[in-house]
């Protein structure tokens, strides 16, 4: 499975916005801009916490079986592959997701005097953060759950000639 790179996240992130951005100055010059929910820095927080307590969770787990400790509760591989796919793919949604709020808010800054809008430019802002929460977390569990380097590469012999 291949490592999350930030640049591809932050890459995501800036095209999300910038499309964003051109939606909403074009979506607001046809009609009424749509609202950015107030559930929405609420939904990107507890992915961001459900991903960090996954993290949390197996890192004490993997200590426990590394140190091995009596009865401590090992970790399949298998689930630690379905955490890291699910910090990854949560990762990538939300890079774009908060891309298209960051666009909007940016919109939404220059109306700072109308009160609705006002909330609106909050609202996103706050989204962005909370998803830049689920970024830092699911890089945080794909540490967790990544494997030891080998000591050399596969293949090379162990003697000496």
Known sequence: MKQLRVKVLIG???VAGVLSWAGARLWDALGTLPSVPLAAPIVLAVIAAVLLATALSLRSRLKAQ???RPGAKGVEPMMAARAVVFGQASALVTAVV????GGAGVFLLSFLDVPARRDQAIYAGLAVLAGAGVV???LF???VCKLPEDEEPPGASTTTA
Do not use: K, P
């Open 66 to 68: 590394r140190e091995r």
């Open 12 to 14: 995501l992130f800036v």
């Open 136 to 138: 830092a977390a699911a």
């Open 98 to 101: 908060s891309g298209m709020y």
């Open 141 to 143: 569990l794909e540490r």
